[in-house]
Nanobody, 120 residues
Framework: QVQLVESGGGLVQAGGSLRLSCAASGSIFRDDVMGWYRQAPGKQRELVAK?????????TDSDSVKGRFSISRDNAKNTVYLQMNSLKPEDTGVYYC????????????WGQGTQVTVSS
């Protein structure tokens, strides 16, 4: 069993920044892939970014977060972070932490989600 606790969401004006955190506990292995997905209202959940235990990263194929978002992790703390800069209203949604799987597949474990709202 894996527990994921997310924090850092909130309301921010366009151009602002937020840093999301996700702390994992339970049956997590150091080589587990960790990542972030997001779901905007009326849309499917989509990948934002993933990171392996060795620091290899993968971002969404679209250019939507390129140069603005950065994923990192602290293996000692089993925590993954998502630094979001230059936020846009289209970044609004629920952000979910995900653990397991691979760099191209979703993991089995999900956090409860944290709301990010970007006002224009």
């Amino acid at each position: 069993q894996v527990q994921l606790v997310e924090s850092g969401g909130g309301l921010v004006q366009a151009g602002g920044s937020l840093r999301l955190s996700c702390a994992a506990s339970g049956s997590i292995f150091r080589d587990d892939v960790m990542g972030w997905y997001r779901q905007a209202p009326g849309k499917q959940r989509e990948l934002v970014a993933k990171i392996s235990s060795t620091g290899r990263t993968k971002y969404t194929d679209s250019d939507s977060v390129k140069g603005r978002f950065s994923i990192s992790r602290d293996n000692a703390k089993n925590t993954v972070y998502l630094q979001m800069n230059s936020l846009k209203p289209e970044d609004t949604g629920v952000y979910y932490c995900n653990v397991g799987g691979s760099m191209i597949t979703r993991g089995a474990y999900w956090g409860q989600g944290t709301q990010v709202t970007v006002s224009s």
